[in-house]
Structure formats: structure tokens, C-alpha cells
């Protein structure tokens, strides 16, 4: 699974998620709900410029429902529809078929679990191909996620 940090400048594209400032020497990881201890769950920081995250805590903006929304777009970019789709689906029917290359991110990120492959074969015009997919379960992460962005 690929470090937290490393998800969140990824999913920013090593900029700051509310203003776009790109120099990462001026970077910092915001955590969206304070907790102590605090929350380390990726869906619960985002990647902010000094000058927004100072600005943020001086209770200017971005705002706490500016990030939260901001957040929200990341997560959909990140997860993509497909994904999100198999989470929300695995979630409500306990497991899904899915190509591994639609929702490996998930399963690197925590959220699915990888269980039985499946292969048939579909016809092509030419020639048969075969057809590789696998069964996911969704974890509690991946649940708690759903629930908490309201995906579900």
C-alpha cells in the first residue's frame, strides 16, 4: 500500500489542492478533522500551501466545508468512478467481479480484498479470448469511507 503522504501529493498532483501553489518546499498535510490522537487515515488530510493552511487556522479561507469539498472531488479523482462503483456494489452485495486492472488501486489503498478469480471466455469476430476477472470484498476501511463521504 502506497504511504498516505505519498497518495495525497499524487492525488494533488504535488500541488496545494485549494490554490494550486506547486513548489513542494511550501507543501504541508493538513488534517481535516483535529483528533487526538490524530486521525493518519488518508481520507482525513489533504495537502495545503503554507499560506492556506495558516490561513485555514486563522479561521479565513479555505474553509473547513471548502476542504471537506475539495476533499471530496480528490477522493472521486483518485478512487475513480469505476472504482468507487465496485466499492459502493461490494458494499451492498457483500462481494464484485471486476477486471483486476479496474480496481487494483483499491485493493493497494485498502479498501477491497482480492478473493477468487474467474475466467471465461467471450467471442470475439475472429477468435475466442479469454476473460480474466476476480471477486473483491470490501473492508472496513472501505466501508467507513463510503460512509463517511456519503458514497454510499
Given at each position: 500500500m502506497p504511504r498516505n503522504d505519498e497518495l495525497l501529493f499524487l492525488e494533488t498532483e504535488g500541488s496545494c489542492a485549494y490554490c494550486g501553489h506547486k513548489d513542494r518546499r511550501?507543501?504541508?498535510i493538513h488534517h481535516i478533522a483535529e483528533s487526538k490522537?490524530?486521525?493518519?487515515d488518508y481520507?482525513?488530510?489533504i495537502v495545503l500551501c503554507y499560506n492556506?493552511?495558516?490561513r485555514h487556522h486563522q479561521r479565513k479561507e479555505p474553509t473547513t466545508?471548502?476542504?471537506n469539498e475539495t476533499k471530496l472531488r480528490l477522493i472521486k479523482k483518485t478512487l475513480t468512478?469505476?472504482?468507487l462503483n465496485a466499492m459502493k456494489y461490494a458494499h451492498r452485495r457483500g462481494a464484485v467481479a471486476a477486471p483486476p486492472f479496474l480496481v487494483n488501486h483499491l485493493v493497494e489503498y485498502g479498501y477491497l480484498v482480492e478473493g477468487e478469480m474467474?475466467?471465461?471466455w467471450a467471442l470475439d469476430v475472429d477468435s475466442p479470448i479469454m476473460v480474466i476477472n476476480s471477486t473483491?470484498?470490501?473492508?472496513?476501511?472501505?466501508?467507513?469511507?463510503?460512509?463517511?463521504w456519503k458514497l454510499n
Open positions: 511550501d507543501l504541508t490522537p490524530k486521525n493518519e481520507d482525513n488530510k492556506c493552511h495558516q466545508d471548502e476542504i468512478t469505476m472504482g474467474i475466467s471465461s473483491y470484498t470490501i473492508t472496513d476501511e472501505g466501508k467507513a469511507l463510503l460512509i463517511k
